[in-house]
């Protein structure tokens, strides 16, 4: 049997103060895969993440990254991952060169000069190599976060939210990179706020929401579940009738919003409310965005 890049088994984080930011939390990554790991602020993606990085200690559950157990082998694990974290944290005061020496160090790599020259081209970082980190750019930096996180060559990547706050380019860049890493056989998990990019790179993801996995499936399957158009209206003097109960998203007061799945719903729903007597006000027909989408999705279990 093959490892797979990351087994999680019934992981739970309670943190000082009892706040639960895992409730039991389940899923495999197979080699190679390229997963997202999606969810609202506070859903305990970089919990999860720093559990895995060895940074913050899980409550209970199980976790390993390519068989090496986090418990038992914490060595291997390690060595086994690169995690690109959220939050930017450099030591101001030494160069990129040395930042990335003393991270090889930390892996007991001594002679790593090689590798990180060649992470520092790839990285576009070549005529930064020698400058202090604290007069870098927040770009700059997020690519020496990334550096760091690589310089011992790990097979199973993590990069948690790489893209948020950076401008078009630098997404582009990365996506490239990052997309570049996963055809030479990485194993990548990102966690995102942007659907579009979970769609355009991610073969499969998970939602989580509130310390649970919401959703874990193939990115087309889930999407496909929320292409769909919204009606919205008011019937301000009326009760929906029953029949198009099924459609409901939401309901507030006298304001609905119904779910059009196919072409001829609209006629349908506009033809049960005519011969019900009831005259819909403020009528508006909407594509659902993947916002939408992820909003409802999240929304249906809060
Ligand atoms: N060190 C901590 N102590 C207490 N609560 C924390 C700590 N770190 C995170 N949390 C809480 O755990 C929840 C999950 O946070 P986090 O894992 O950062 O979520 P995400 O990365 O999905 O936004 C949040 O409600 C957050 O406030
Ligand atoms: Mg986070």
Known sequence: MTNAAIHIQDLKKTYDGGYEALKGVGFNVAEGEFFGLLGPNGAGKTTLISILSGLCRKTSGTVRILGADIDTDRRSASMNLGVVPQEIVCDPFLTVRQTLEYQSGYYGLTDNKAWIEELVERLGLSDKIDAMTRGLSGGMRRRVLIAQALVHK??????????????????????????????????????????????????????????????????????????????????????????????VLHQQGHQYTLRLTETGDLETLLTVLRTSGLTPENLTVKRASLEDAFVQLVGDKA
């Not at 990179?177 to 194993?187: V, Y």
């Not at 995102?192 to 193939?218: F, P």
């Not at 999407?223 to 198009?244: D, Y």
């Open 154 to 247: 790990p097979p199973v990547i993590i990069l948690d939210e790489p893209t948020a706050g950076v401008d078009v380019e630098l997404r582009r860049q990365l996506w490239d990179f990052i997309g570049g890493l996963h055809r030479q056989g990485h194993t990548i998990i990102l966690t995102t706020h942007y659907l579009e990019e979970a769609q355009a790179l991610c073969s499969r993801v998970g939602v989580m929401h509130r310390g649970r996995l919401l959703a874990l499936d193939h990115t087309d399957r889930l999407l496909s579940r929320f292409e769909h158009n919204t009606m919205a209206f008011r019937l301000p003097n009326g009760v929906l009738p029953e029949a198009l109960a099924p459609y």
